[in-house]
Nanobody, 122 residues
Framework: QVQLVESGGGLVQAGGSLRLSCAAS????????MGWFRQAPGKEREFVAAVSQSGGVIYYADSVKGRFTISRDNAKNTVYLQMNSLKPPDTAVYYC???????????????WGQGTQVTVSS
């Protein structure tokens, strides 16, 4: 089992940047595919990005491609989401998630963090 704790959310103006972090504890971090999801008020949770165990394979939702960057540091048991050119529709609670397996395009995850709020003002 793995425990996940997100940090780095906050309030930012449109066009600004934020960097989210997700610290993992428990079983070997490097054995998990890591993903970021978000959920806006009144909407379903949606996939944002995923990174393979080694960090060599990355997958983004079309809505964030070119603006967000996912990365991981297996030595620090941490996954990051660098968010640039933020827009008001990016406002949501952002969740970190972990899963075992091979394909990073599968969006069913086993472990979830508690979420961190990101608010983008216009």
């Amino acid at each position: 089992q793995v425990q996940l704790v997100e940090s780095g959310g906050g309030l930012v103006q449109a066009g600004g940047s934020l960097r989210l972090s997700c610290a993992a504890s428990g079983r070997t971090f490097s054995s998990y595919i890591m993903g970021w999801f978000r959920q806006a008020p009144g909407k379903e949770r949606e996939f944002v990005a995923a990174v393979s165990q080694s960090g060599g394979v990355i997958y983004y939702a079309d809505s964030v491609k070119g603006r967000f960057t996912i990365s991981r540091d297996n030595a620090k048991n941490t996954v990051y989401l660098q968010m640039n050119s933020l827009k008001p529709p990016d406002t949501a609670v952002y969740y970190c998630a972990a899963r075992t397996g091979i394909s990073i395009t599968i969006k069913q995850y086993d472990y979830w963090g508690q979420g961190t709020q990101v608010t983008v003002s216009s």
